[in-house]
């Protein structure tokens, strides 16, 4: 592992979060009108920095942990508060403690990007280095962490850009348990142009596109996989693929070519089978 150090007057547009903008520029003009102290930093703000906080203390190159808010100390793998950084186990101390060093040494502030040991896939730390002089021989570093993750914001990329067109729908279920009906949650671009629908997808449940108008049940969406799949839902103009997943289920929809060369027919999407059979 290694971590990533911008050193310098601003974040990088791209990576910042209102919350390190608001602390980063907080800082500067405290630190501009000579009034920088660690209860001005913190006060008065409407974002909740104390949870995802760490306030050290320099002693000699080492520093201690004064103050681990719950968020960090959750995070990690052993116990933070009254510890010194080169007292813990973690693989990156050595840069953290090269970084803080020269944090306190210049009094200019510091942003840092890491991946953790335990981070999950499209996740990453930002971490804002802000240093307050305490005396002439004291500097405190505020250290403000975030656990961002990129996964919602690529899943959502792949599922709309799909080559598969899909819908996904909430289950409207009856009183025996069959989902008889369900309030579309997402739906990507393919299904768009299969169905032929541009519209705003709020409040709209699967039977009031015209092409399922006329399902009345889509099976049990914790039946077991073979009795769904004894029971297909059919449709005019599509062959239909159900998805099931815990809380809500998806269908992978495709247009029929029964009767039709697959290499020469084209379908314009929102025309039917028919529709494209007469034109062929």
């Not at 499209?122 to 002089?133: A, H, N, T, Y």
Request: one cysteine or more; charged letters at 20%; a negative charge.
């Amino acid at each position: 592992m290694a971590i990533e150090v911008f050193n310098g007057t601003s974040i990088p547009r791209e990576l910042t979060t209102a919350a390190l903008e608001f602390l980063w520029v907080k800082w500067k003009t405290l630190n501009d009108t000579n009034d920088l102290t660690l209860q001005r930093l913190t006060e008065e703000c409407s974002y909740e920095l104390r949870a995802n906080s760490i306030h050290m203390i320099g002693v000699g190159d080492d520093f201690a942990y004064v103050y681990v808010g719950e968020a960090i100390q959750a995070a990690a793998r052993e116990k933070l508060a009254g510890s010194l950084l080169s007292q813990l186990t973690n693989p990156l101390r050595d840069e953290f403690r090269d970084v803080y060093r020269q944090v306190a040494k210049r009094m200019t502030p510091a942003f840092i990007r890491y991946t953790g040991g335990r981070s999950q896939s499209g996740q990453l730390w930002q971490r804002l280095v802000l240093p307050i002089k305490v005396t002439d021989n004291i500097v405190m570093l505020v250290i403000y962490s975030e656990l961002i993750s990129y996964q919602l914001e690529v899943y959502d990329h792949l599922f709309r850009t799909a080559p598969d067109a899909m819908v996904i729908a909430s289950p409207i279920t009856n009183d025996a348990g069959h989902t008889v009906d369900g309030w579309i949650v997402m739906m990507n671009d393919r299904a768009r142009q299969l169905l032929n629908y541009d519209g705003n997808i709020g409040n709209i449940r699967l039977t009031q596109l015209p092409q399922f108008a006329g399902v009345d049940i889509w099976g049990r969406l914790y039946a077991p996989k073979s009795a769904a799949a004894a029971t297909p839902v059919t449709v005019a103009d599509f062959d239909v693929e159900i998805m099931r997943f815990p809380h809500v289920f998806g269908l992978r929809i495709s247009p029929k070519l029964a009767g039709l060369d697959a290499n020469a027919a084209t379908l314009v999407p929102g025309m039917s089978t028919q529709a494209a059979s007469q034109s062929a």
